[in-house]
């Protein structure tokens, strides 16, 4: 069965950091390009970043950019997003997604993590 | 960026009835629409890719059509497992945006 397991969340102050990672099983994790989707509580889905296969094509948000760095490690099958300097505005439940493979180029997210609550609060 | 406005923002319905979820596009995806289908406290669901796309394992009374910037998710018979938020989404260009969703609540 394919499935994506991310750990790390928690809660942090702002300014602070925090390491989310998103473990793939079931597939070929070094095949497909991966992403990060947050939620805010009771709010809709917002894409956060995106990385190929091979980590040469990276993506963000203008949300994030500047903050957050996307990474993967196919070696371990893992996918990370390395959070800095975090606001309130950052809480969320934070996907990880994967993309299905078909083409090149922006595709949907067919495969979902549970999620990993970040919340940023003093 | 594309903007992607879904309508209505919720609604009420009832076992069996037909559904039609419309999605509007700031300007041309060329079919590039993906559906998905959040319960509380779960993960989105996967639910039809290209506009019409049915991803497998995904019942035949969701269907999709739409061009150009304007899209819809149809639900022929409604039943009590489909009583959820829905979103669509965008994958045209960079970066992939979501409309704000539609709930479906039981009547």
């Known amino acids: 069965e394919v499935e994506l397991v991310e750990s790390g969340g928690g809660l942090v102050q702002p300014g602070g950091s925090l390491r989310l990672s998103c473990e793939g099983a079931?597939?070929?994790?070094?095949?497909?390009?991966m992403n990060w989707v947050r939620q805010a509580p009771g709010k809709g889905l917002e894409w956060v970043a995106a990385?190929?296969?091979?980590?040469?094509?990276?993506y963000y948000a203008d949300s994030v950019r500047g903050r957050f760095t996307i990474s993967r490690d196919n070696s371990k099958k893992t996918l990370y997003l390395q959070m800095n300097s975090l606001r309130a505005e950052d809480t969320a439940i934070y996907y990880c997604a994967k993309e299905p493979g078909y083409i090149n180029g922006w595709e949907p997210f067919d495969v979902w993590g549970q999620g990993t609550m970040v919340t940023v609060s003093s | 960026d594309i903007q992607m406005t879904q309508s209505p923002s919720s609604l009420s319905a009832s076992v069996g009835d037909r559904v039609t979820i419309t999605c509007r596009a700031s300007?041309?995806?060329?079919?590039?629409l993906a559906w998905y289908q959040q319960k509380p406290g779960r993960a989105p669901k996967f639910l039809l890719s290209a506009a019409s796309r049915l991803e497998r394992g995904v019942p035949s009374r969701f269907s999709g059509s739409g061009l150009g910037t304007d899209y819809t998710l149809t639900i022929s018979s409604l039943q009590p497992e489909d009583f959820a938020t829905y979103y669509c989404?965008?994958?045209?260009?960079?970066?992939?945006?979501f409309g704000q969703g539609t709930k479906v609540e039981i009547k």
């Open positions: 300007q041309g995806i060329t079919n590039s």
């Open positions: 990385i190929n296969t091979g980590s040469n094509y990276i």
């Open positions: 079931g597939f070929i994790f070094r095949n497909y390009d």
């Open positions: 989404q965008q994958y045209y260009s960079e970066p992939p945006t």
